[in-house]
């Protein structure tokens, strides 16, 4: 059965550093998602991305977020100078379309650790 | 405000039990209405998807949408230890764009 593929597992890293959170969507997928989970918390809607662009991005997703679909497979959250507070699992999800007939389905999440 | 709302619980029921899940909303734009299921470090996994109001059934689950009230149900039958997980209700206006969750509800079945 096709599943989004995310890497790494978990990741611990210091606070002030870039880190990048790969993914790889489901091959027939045009649609693709980053959510976040703090610990204890909703999981919450960070940006969708669509024909190599931005489609809808949260009050979250601010200037230190960007994400990139670099070559046909993967698709990538960069989160430039970390804070303590982004600490959290991250999913990446992928749909055939935005609309209603379609389901999105959640990688496993990356867990990140600010220190 | 787009907020949603659920009971985190935790809630145990003995194996065999209906087990009755609900979230309720404020946003009356929402037209898309999910049920997630995870396991402990794991994504979510959609269970159930209705849109508008009514009710939607497969096999010993059952998600109840009820737009005038702002609340959603998922109910599920017949229990089983397999179904503990934590349950996510999920809405949104786009269908699986931009999806507002609540907290999840831990659901544990004693055998």
């Known amino acids: 059965e096709p599943e989004v593929t995310q890497t790494p597992s978990h990741q611990v890293t210091q606070m002030g550093q870039e880190v990048i959170l790969r993914c790889v969507p489901i091959s027939n997928h045009l649609y693709f998602y980053w959510y976040r989970q703090i610990l204890g918390q909703k999981v919450e809607f960070l940006v969708s991305f669509y024909n190599n662009e931005i489609s809808e991005k949260s009050e979250i997703f601010d200037d230190q977020f960007s994400v990139e679909r670099p070559d046909g497979s993967n698709f990538t959250l960069k989160i430039r100078s970390t804070k303590l507070e982004d600490s959290a699992m991250y999913f990446c999800?992928?749909?055939?379309?935005?609309?209603?007939?379609?389901?999105?389905?959640f990688g496993q999440g990356t867990r990140l650790t600010v220190v | 405000q787009k907020e949603v709302e659920q009971d985190p619980g935790p809630l145990s029921v003995p194996e065999g039990a209906i087990v009755s899940l609900n979230c309720t909303y404020s946003n009356s734009a929402f037209q898309y209405f999910m049920w997630y299921r995870q396991y402990s470090r794991k994504g979510p996994e959609l269970l159930m998807y209705?849109?508008?109001?009514g009710n939607k059934e497969d096999g010993r689950f059952t998600a109840q949408v009820d737009k005038s009230s702002k609340y959603i149900s998922l109910f599920i039958r017949d229990s089983q230890p397999s179904d503990s997980a934590t349950y996510l209700c999920?809405?949104?206006?786009?269908?699986?764009?931009?999806?507002?969750f609540g907290t999840g509800t831990r659901l544990t079945v004693i055998p």
């Open positions: 999800a992928s749909s055939e379309t935005r609309h209603s007939t379609t389901e999105a389905f």
């Open positions: 209705t849109y508008s109001s």
């Open positions: 999920a809405m949104s206006e786009t269908g699986a764009n931009n999806l507002f």
